[in-house]
């Protein structure tokens, strides 16, 4: 079969693989439909292997050549003894986290995205969304509703990043929220923020274009670029009594993102870290101490989340599609997809190679 594989920094490759074999027990096979290209995808082709194990994965055993691609979906073709949730011919989308089920502190308590040996399909697994097929385990494979496109299933999975990001703010009705970073991630969070009742929306952005199309996309929104603005000056100018959004989520994983959520939040407001930094950032503690502020971390997305994220898609509630701008063919995957998307213009936003092409 067809794969994209990362073999090194700058070397993606498509390529003739064996297709998967028969499930085992508790696996499932499935005929992949749409795939996500994500900003953790761009980082391994840009300067990795980062999160694609040099040596054997603790768990998986997972090493070399990796099929890329953890936001997706397809049909199941087949499944293994034991497997009863799914059957052929069942639109699934893929929850890609794959770690102990037992035996582990975190997975006793539910916990499954905390697990220190976490492992993902599309980093440290055998399969991955950026191929015709992948064998995953039972766990991973959740079926979505009828009215759910096989687009939309691609993109449960970033919408789980943005609605857990919401969840770990807290974000209640009628709050202000402040979203640093207008790519996926941040203009996803956005619309989790809305969903979950935010009245007040602020998007920061260095990226005019980028801020051009949350703004076409979110409609009533405050777009900052901190070249030209301050961002918690027009926060506060913004707000109720000038002291502050009550909210501020960190999207890009960058340190003066950070110290601008600081700035920008009130007085025991909430800031959410959900972009990865690089290395250490200083931040300045003495107005987290004197603004009596929550700093709180959103790591992935608890497990359990895919029905719930698929009602929000699938509602209307969070419209995840307007984010994808280009859909293109597998053989296309590296010109088309990985270099446009760190085209420093910034022009796409989500781009989701379609398998059946």
């Keep these: 079969m067809q794969a994209l594989r990362f073999h090194a920094a700058k070397d993606l490759r498509v390529e003739e693989i064996p297709a998967p074999g028969n499930p085992g027990p508790g696996q499932v096979l ?4 749409f795939c996500g290209i994500c900003g953790t995808d761009l980082h391994e082709y840009a ?33 293994g003894e034991g497997v009863a949730h799914v059957k052929p011919g069942d639109r699934v989308s893929v929850q890609p986290l794959i770690m102990p089920r037992s035996g582990d502190y975190f997975a006793a308590r539910g916990l499954f995205h905390l697990s220190t040996q976490l492992a993902l399909a599309g980093l440290s697994w055998g399969s991955g969304g950026m191929a015709q097929q992948a064998l995953l385990n039972d766990y991973n494979v959740e079926p979505i509703p009828d009215d759910l496109s096989d687009e939309e299933a691609a993109l449960i999975e970033p919408t789980a990043v943005a609605v857990y990001a919401c969840d770990r703010a ?7 929220v402040l979203i640093t970073g207008a790519g996926p991630i941040g203009i996803l969070t956005a619309m989790a ?16 274009t980028r801020l051009r199309l949350a703004q076409e996309i979110l ?78 971390g959103a790591w992935a997305y608890p497990t ?54």
Excluded: M
């Design 30 to 33: 499935i005929e992949n439909r």
């Design 47 to 79: 300067y990795g292997p980062i999160f694609i194990p040099r040596e054997p994965h603790p768990f998986t055993g997972a090493h070399g050549a990796q099929v890329l691609g953890h936001e997706f979906g397809g049909v199941v073709t087949a499944v």
């Design 170 to 176: 807290g974000i209640r009705a009628g709050e202000s």
């Design 193 to 208: 923020a809305r969903a979950a009742g935010a009245t007040q929306l602020f998007i920061s952005d260095l990226n005019d």
């Design 219 to 296: 409609g009533e929104v405050r777009t900052i670029n901190p070249r030209s603005e301050k961002v918690g000056e027009v926060v506060r100018a913004a707000t109720e009594g000038g002291v502050g959004c009550d909210v501020a989520i960190e999207c890009v994983g960058n340190e003066h993102a950070l110290k601008n959520c600081v700035d920008a939040v009130r007085k025991q407001g909430v800031v959410v870290q959900t972009g990865l930094h690089p290395g250490e950032s200083p931040l300045g503690w003495f107005d987290v101490t004197f603004k009596d502020i929550d700093i709180r």
């Design 304 to 357: 359990h989340y895919w029905p719930r994220v698929a009602r929000l898609i699938a509602s209307g509630a969070i419209p995840a599609r307007k984010i994808v701008t280009k859909r293109i063919a597998l053989a296309e995957a590296v010109k088309e997809g990985f270099d446009q998307l760190l085209d420093p213009a910034g022009t796409q936003l989500k781009i989701l190679i379609d398998l059946s092409r």
